[in-house]
């Protein structure tokens, strides 16, 4: 008798825009792709200096960091958020933030606990995908609703996305500090996914951590952090976990033995991009150019920019299901992501990135206006 083994996950969502992608491609001056959204500027000289000087790496790395890269995490969140972090103890290394919220479901025993995973009702994929993987059940609960009273029962991890992705909604001080104290009151983790929180577009200051509305006691809470959007390092896979010191203590021994371990050249050069503050607000000035010529060609060929104060989305409607859209905006050569990969609330949105050079943002600016004349 033969046992069939395998998760038998679905098929990467992202691969259903091959007709899309394909119609898009037949445009005389090129596809302007703002789907996914991946850096494509230079990396900053100073990180890439640091990770070519750390490359005689013949020993194995620590999977709680060096002290100096710990050192320089605690030092972050000090700098742009006030937070002060123990960087003996709430502070951990991971290989990008992606596969912190695809394993930390498991790596936490839900499924040993029978407890489920909550996430935002328009959210990234990989919340969802946490929850099979860790073969629990994955619901669909906002902040706000869970600030409001929304029931937290069955629940053993609660994730909110600020600023959001695929939304660019920021939530405010106020209602991160009502959901840190409804998931302490109900023993439920509360993991916040931050990695936009320096493309705040409202104010040069970053968006509020989850740990700045903790008082200090940063139990039953964690803040997980990437460096893939500030600094360009997406292919570095540099991102990092802090908070609750006992469950940072339990995801280091349980990733010591899984072998989850950050290169030690990459650590050096995530300390180097944390130190470093000049390339972040130069970054955030080409994000900031992008994002206007984008958003006034939009709204020019008729979409209504919903949220967006913060990361590398313009989160847009025309009131129509996002594939009718979608193939709209591909008889121009533009390609945008699906609302409906974030979950049923978002079937009539899109969303547009501003992670394209500036010729192919400018060139997609201008098919929408000309379209709309």
Not at 36 to 57: K, N
Not at 117 to 125: L, Q
Not at 237 to 258: E, N, W
Not at 314 to 322: E, H, K, P
Request: aromatic share 6%; with cysteine; glycine share 10%.
């Amino acid at each position: 008798m033969s046992v069939r083994l395998g998760l038998n996950l679905p098929d990467y969502p992202w691969d259903r825009l091959t007709e899309v992608r394909n119609r898009a491609a037949e445009h005389p001056d090129g596809v302007c792709d703002l789907s996914i959204g991946t850096p494509v500027d230079p990396t900053p000289q100073v990180i890439r200096s640091a990770l070519a000087a750390a490359g005689d790496a013949h020993g194995y790395p620590s999977t709680a960091g060096t002290d100096e890269l710990r050192e320089a995490i605690a030092w972050w969140y000090r700098s742009w958020h006030g937070v002060v972090l123990d960087p003996s103890a709430e502070v951990l290394p991971t290989i990008g933030s992606k596969e912190m919220v695809a394993w930390l479901p498991t790596l936490l025993g839900l499924r040993r606990a029978e407890l489920a995973v909550a996430c935002p009702s328009a959210a990234y994929p990989t919340y969802e995908m946490g929850a099979t993987i860790a073969g629990v059940e994955c619901r669909r609960i906002d902040a706000a609703d869970v600030a409001a009273g929304a029931s937290l029962d069955g629940i053993g991890l609660l994730w909110i996305n600020t600023p959001g992705n695929p939304t660019g909604e920021v939530l405010d001080t106020d209602t991160l500090a009502e959901v840190v104290r409804r998931t302490r009151a109900e023993g439920v983790v509360l993991a916040s996914d931050e990695c936009y929180g320096l493309l705040n577009w409202a104010s040069d200051a970053p968006a509020p951590s989850i740990l700045n509305a903790t008082g200090g006691d940063h139990s039953g809470v964690l803040s997980v952090y990437s460096m893939s959007k500030q600094s360009n390092l997406a292919g570095y896979r540099a991102a990092f976990v802090t908070g609750d010191r006992q469950l940072i203590g339990d995801l280091t021994r349980s990733r010591k033995h899984a072998g989850m371990i950050v290169p030690f050249p990459i650590q050096a050069a995530m300390i180097a991009g944390l130190r470093d503050t000049a390339h972040i607000f130069e970054q955030k000035e080409r994000y900031r150019s992008r994002r206007e010529l984008l958003r006034e060609g939009l709204e020019a060929y008729g979409f209504r920019i919903d949220h967006s104060s913060a990361g590398l989305y313009l989160w847009s409607s025309a009131d129509v299901n996002c594939w009718q859209s979608l193939s709209q905006l591909a008889e121009l050569g533009i390609i945008a992501g699906p609302g409906e990969f974030y979950g049923e609330a978002a079937t009539d949105h899109i969303r547009i990135a501003l992670t394209a050079d500036d010729g192919r943002i400018a060139a997609a600016a201008e098919r929408l206006h000309d379209a709309a004349v």
